[in-house]
């Protein structure tokens, strides 16, 4: 299974959405908390372009936020990803 990382705040709703899409499929993400910002938001914004969050990312692949994560579930295509 390739590793999969989450940039998230813990009162953001789609990042609790998000990671529990990830946990029914049994993943448990690599989670850094950008809620304070720092080195950690700078990297988020330089590896996926985007200011919000969630940013997840798999096997180094940008997915996307929340909703992208949902409409590759929705397609079929997120268990090809995290089976790859």
Do not use: W
């Amino acid at each position: 299974m390739p590793k999969v990382e989450m940039y998230l705040k813990t009162t953001c709703p789609y990042c609790v959405r998000a990671a529990h899409l990830l946990s029914q499929k049994g993943v448990r993400p690599e989670e850094y908390n950008v809620e304070r910002g720092g080195p950690l938001k700078e990297e988020m914004v330089q590896r996926s372009g985007r200011m919000t969050v969630p940013q997840i990312f798999i096997g180094g692949k940008h997915v996307g936020g929340c909703d992208d994560l949902f409409a590759l579930e929705r397609q079929g295509k997120l268990d090809e990803l995290l089976a790859a």
